[in-house]
């Protein structure tokens, strides 16, 4: 299997905000913000959250918010956005919950989300083993990612997932009340092809 290309991502953090990016993430918040409307949920992590895109599309939900991602680069550039909103809800750190068995943050959350993150991960049923594990009772996990597609081909990249796959692994993640639905669909949005979005989430018991 494939890992996440860390290097890539610090080669490109510098010009990651781009316009289509931008309008992608504003996409992809408006169906989490419908998940998240008038829940009480308080803490959020955002795993590979990146610039924090779609944190601060949806950070009014919560009084603490962790973007958590491998990429020391991206990492920087998000944390020096928080320094100049103010935001003092928000912390930007570094870490791969695929790179050793070790602890990626000392607390446990409401919320994660995954957002785009499973397609680079190499091995998402591992990835939201590990992350299930930083859920409180009663948290919610939300996946956001690209169905699967037959016209995406990349050495490093899934191709997008079939609904049915995640809905049997966050069951088997011990996870219920999940539902997953394709929410968009967008022209050269996965790799130059056509191609939908699904979101998913599971809540932990």
């Known amino acids: 299997m494939f890992n996440l290309n860390q290097s890539k991502f610090n080669q490109i953090a510098q010009n990651y905000d781009n316009d289509e990016r931008i309008k992608l993430a504003e996409i992809i918040s408006l169906g989490v913000n419908t998940l998240l ?42 944390d020096t956005k928080i320094q100049k909103l103010s935001k003092k809800h928000i912390e930007a750190i570094k870490g791969d919950a695929l790179a050793s068995n070790q602890t990626i943050v000392d607390q446990s959350y409401d919320v994660i989300i995954l957002s785009l993150v499973l397609l680079h991960s190499g091995n998402y049923k591992e990835l939201l083993q590990r992350l299930t594990a930083y859920l409180k009772k009663d948290g919610l996990i939300i996946i956001v990612d690209f169905d699967k597609n037959k016209n995406v081909y990349h050495p490093k990249v899934y191709n997008g997932f079939a609904q049915d796959d995640i809905s049997s692994e966050l069951f088997k993640l011990g996870l219920s009340n999940i539902n997953v639905q394709t929410f968009y669909h967008g022209q050269n949005i996965f790799m130059n092809k056509d191609a939908s979005l699904f979101i998913a989430s599971g809540q932990f018991k």
Do not use: R, W
Request: charged share 15%.
């Open 37 to 78: 409307e008038n829940q009480p949920y308080q803490s959020l992590l955002d795993y590979g959250g990146g610039t924090g895109l779609v944190t601060f599309n949806i950070e009014h939900h919560f009084n603490h918010i962790t973007i958590l991602d491998a990429s020391t680069k991206m990492v920087e550039i998000c």
